[in-house]
């Protein structure tokens, strides 16, 4: 059953797949005369884009995004926007191996469970490569909230076990690590290298704050704000887990000290992380994404071919070390995305 | 715009208020011929049901399930199966004072800002009690789910920083806490009795595991199974994180520790809690849900009015110490929900 | 799959069968702060009640509205409204003949071979008594759409062969056919009383149209304004066509007569029945819908039972003559779901 | 809001403008292993292409259809499957007049209105070339019910007046209109000739027969299969009208006329058009659609420019003379879309 679409009010479908002829979205239910062209992509692909670092894939892609369909005089129309990513650099023979065996870790197994076949060229459609296209839909859902002054600021938390200590929001776009702490970035450095050298790959955890989104956000009791944002960053590949506000930490913290009390210039705390019953109180938005190590490594693993014989599968090639820092902006998109759907949602509303 | 239903081949659309009629469901998709009676929902709804030990609510309802429709002569028909669970402990007068001042932590803020005035009877449609409506929908669900043999188990890891050390099955339902470890039942009954001579609250950790759920439940790439399990408990009033098999602690293992290697008997570990790509895998799912302290504590807050006057609140009455135990029948009918919506959805594919 | 919600910005999901507990429906979406109260409905639902002529089943239902959610202090809250319609006068007796045998036009044969058994008393599901469900929530959508100072008028165009061949509003609520023709009233009664007398039925069409919808309502491509209102009517039992503004009749003109030019002070004639590429023009919404007559005759019909065996079927008791004047105000409370469903999405829109 | 994508457990997706980059489709829900290739839909397009003869717009396009992703040696993959058809035929300047015209019958005034501007290139959204999408998806929906052996042949009952008298399969595809009755061709020929000569446009019925469907497609009681397909051929440009069996001719019979009795070997009659209580009874679906003259039409036309002014509009260059046509092979698509959709919801149930 349908699967590839997100959002109920402004809806992204996202097509493609690691090795085929591109990934692409249909962005559906933007409103018109919006001001878009093709350069306003360009920043946020290379963002997300591979090969920003040694410790990247070294894959070549401009990732240029083509406006295939709503867009016309500079401005959208209100019918679909249809975005095209071409892949060019599709080297596939590596991947030949990978036809018999199933990369621990990876939806291999899963996807052949479910399908009966599956493209295993670089995953296929379970590729990281398939988030290029919620970045570029995220780049229209900016454009939606444009007006609203929202701002969106995601960054790497955590890496492989090292924790940025202060969010200086100056310091994140200036290291590839997207790290806000300047006193952290050569210890992330140190770390993934190490692991790189080994063979190896580290996870680690991504921040998101969105600022300035007003009061009143969220549609009880399913669709809440907190629902939908959990919806959306688990639907990224890698990701394990998610929080808001004080998540995890409310569960050790009585009532007194989680609840935040409220003043006529606003709340005193936030563990609520911005979202209370599930709508949005005016407050910083703040989540957190735990996401783990790429499971492409250099090191010999046990795994099954697809007729469930034993084999140990050892991994050439390049891949990236961490999936962390390129997810910023893919989490960016999506929390981009939840905020756009939910903005138009709400004004569905007041009609009484 | 809508927001009450779960679910796209299995859907319920709740309603209901806390001091309204009652709450209710309906449920859509549900196959035919699933032998289903009023008997079916008593002992779920006793699990959850308000007044079970001296630290909950007292108040007192039968929560007795009238099925409205759909069912003939013991059988589903195919039709919506409409559940009504009347109201009837609604003393409305305790909650006068609220209908100037905001609760801390409370979704009155948030609903008033919203829909410009709502229900605060008792938290109306954001009350706790909402969640009598999903347990006698995760009935049904099961009933979906019955022959495939799957288990849900769900139970409280974590109470007030009291951690369960050890999951013996047989103990859950031993005590009033869902407790899996014998050894941390008094230390809980401790910790909640504590906090609430305090006027306070605590929150915690529950844990919940699927058995025997097949390969191959999820649907790539937004529908994910993962996906779709963190929409359905981030939706539970209170919740404010989760994650799956190694969750957060995933983000600081390396990948050679975190993937799960493969062999003929299954997977060595399960790092990955049962998905893999967002498809199930086979194995065990695993997800733990942080729990926030209940909001309703004795102790004085500050807060405003609606026209945003600072005003001081000290609730009287009594309310749950913590939501923690009565939302492990609850987030185990969630999963049950998504389990069975995944399910009938995987039954739509290998048609080719 | 669910099939039993309609709408996407306001939605009602129903339930409910003939001779079941009731007929219920939860509307979804609807805004706050809207007046609404269980007096709202008599009225509606009077108009569509069995009983009100001679013609009718005898079955006597107070057909009261109970509101089980959603209003508080008289006032919509934005959470869904769930409406349950008992059911008084279920005499299940005179349908056990009807355990083994399929009625020729009704859906017992198709019900039976997709679910494999149903509720048989009264067409269960399949009743037309499910559209007390859908004039209530008429009501409500009316309701939504109030300050707009739209008009839905419906009334009988044709009754048996019997046309209307003048449209006087004044008539149409004068007269238990709602035959807007004064002329044709006394037809129109002998050609269904003398069908009765021969233990026949009659069809016939119904005219509905929309006065003040301003122009805009309808999404291009699939969700057109006249797409919305094809399935909204169809959906209603016993319609077998539609036709919207010229309709059938366009086929046989020429272009230059059928388009409707354009002055600035309108459209000089209203061929298109006030929707253009699926968008309101602003214009008078025109559409017919073709009824056949009720299945339900006195006359032996040739059938077959459960196992394929031949049988003659002679039903006894008393069912309406014609489907025809009790859909007026169903089809006018579908029409209104789908403007009040159309209006709300439609605010969503010019954000740019 | 969105409105561009059709189906719930197969769902296409459409987007692009008659003088944009091109015209596409995401298919999401095709399951996995269906035998997939571009050539496969080079007949159907070929079949709903301008050019094929002297009385259509002689715009040359070659409607090559790419396919983007979903398909992995020559297999479907379960994953999305993007198709797109590249405008190359895209002489834009003929349109510049209609920047500020609007032209009557056609949908610039309601786009305009709705969204604030549009892309008035030969209709942009709205022209009939958005229609090759959806013969695109039609190719897969048909292979998707491939091994039902469900056959799908619409044809030109009616064009201009003229109508087919009989019903030869073997003719409908042997001359340009898709007239099954040898002896109407002519006829058919010298109506739409003579339209074309005094410079203007004909409408016509056509109507959709299906043979083979099994009983049991339609999920009452909104998604009745009849509703589905109202909805399906209404959302086509130009349509005005539809039915299904006996139709409108229905309200004039009595039900002991209408009603089709049922024998062990079938149903006597088929006034049902194949369909009972909104479910497929295994008989033949027959249904009819009423399509209006083509609006573009060279007489000249009273209209209004975009300030409200009044104007006179002659169009200038070639267009159809007939809509009717080139709309069979889109009626087929769209119903194999509709029996797709409900085959594989069908498929969610028996789990008793």
């Known amino acids: 059953m349908p699967g590839n679409s997100f959002g109920k009010a402004f809806k992204m479908t996202t097509f493609g797949e690691s090795h085929g002829k591109g990934m692409g979205t249909v962005i559906d239910g933007c409103p018109s005369k919006i001001a878009l062209s093709e350069e306003d992509f360009v920043k946020e692909m290379a963002r997300r884009r591979p090969g920003r670092t040694a410790f990247d894939t070294p894959r070549s892609e401009t990732d240029r995004v083509e406006i295939l369909s709503g867009v016309f005089e500079g401005l959208t129309t209100g ?24 990369r621990p870790g990876h939806a291999d197994y899963t996807y052949f469970k479910k399908y009966g076949h599956f493209d295993f060229r670089g995953g296929g459609r379970s590729s990281a490569r398939e988030t290029a296209a919620r970045v570029a839909a995220g780049v229209i859902a900016r ?22 200590a202060t969010i200086d929001p100056d310091v994140i776009n200036t290291n590839p690590f997207y790290c806000p702490d300047v006193n952290a970035v050569d210890q992330m450095r140190d770390v993934i290298s190490k692991a790189g050298d080994e063979g190896d790959s580290i996870g680690g955890i991504v921040e ?8 009143g956000f969220g549609e009880p009791v399913f669709d809440k704000l907190s629902a939908d944002l959990a919806k959306a960053v688990m639907s990224v590949g890698a990701v394990k887990g998610m929080e808001i506000g004080a998540g995890f930490g409310a569960a050790r913290l009585r009532g007194s000290q989680n609840n935040d009390q409220i003043t006529p210039d606003g709340f005193r705390t936030n563990h609520a992380g911005g979202i209370l019953g599930g709508i949005s109180n005016g407050d910083d938005i703040v989540l957190r994404v735990a996401v783990k190590p790429i499971p492409s490594i250099m090191k010999a693993q046990e795994t099954i071919d697809r ?16 999936a962390v820092p390129r997810m910023v902006p893919v989490l960016e998109a999506m929390v981009a995305m939840v905020l756009a759907d939910h903005y138009l949602r709400t004004r569905c509303h007041d009609a009484g």
């Open 79 to 102: 019918a679909p926007i249809a975005l095209l990513i071409r892949n060019h650099d599709v080297e596939s023979k590596p991947y030949e191996p990978l036809r018999e065996l199933f």
């Open 143 to 164: 454009k939606v909230l444009g007006h609203l002054e929202i701002q969106i600021m995601a960054f790497t938390l955590e890496l492989g076990g090292i924790r940025a």
């Open 307 to 322: 007729n469930g014989r034993p084999a140990m599968l050892k991994l050439k090639g390049r891949f990236d070390i961490s």
């Open 208 to 215: 998101v704050r969105v600022f300035g989104c007003p009061a």
